[in-house]
């Protein structure tokens, strides 16, 4: 398994941006899909938005065309670049990787929207 640390999460009024990164402790050259998750209080964790080791990109559909998933293999970085922000996308965001069906995760980062 991979280490993940998560980080850039904050309080933003709605309308504003944040952009999550998470640091991974090996090489995600390796990992066959990285993504972002969400956990809102009294809900499933659900998925924001994957990329494969392709470059291959996927949305869930209540961000499209408001977040960016990106990843920096220099830097054994991955990112969610977070605009336009509604106060429905308040919930603890988590960085996840595969790697031959291994899972991990990372301990999560608070964002919250204010309306």
């Known amino acids: 398994q991979v280490q993940l640390v998560e980080s850039g999460g904050g309080l933003v009024q709605a309308g504003g941006s944040l952009r999550l990164s998470c640091a991974a402790s090996g090489s995600i050259f390796r990992m066959n899909v990285m993504g972002w998750y969400r956990q809102a209080p009294g809900k499933q964790r659900e998925l924001v938005a994957t990329i494969t080791s392709g470059g291959r990109t996927n949305y869930a559909d209540s961000v499209k065309d408001r977040f960016t998933i990106s990843t920096d293999i220099t830097k054994n970085t991955i990112y969610l670049q977070m605009n336009s922000l509604k106060p429905e996308d308040t919930a603890v965001y988590y960085c996840?990787?595969?790697?031959?069906?291994?899972?991990?995760w990372g301990q999560g980062t608070q964002v919250t929207v204010s309306s």
């Open positions: 996840n990787a595969v790697y031959r069906g291994t899972y991990s």
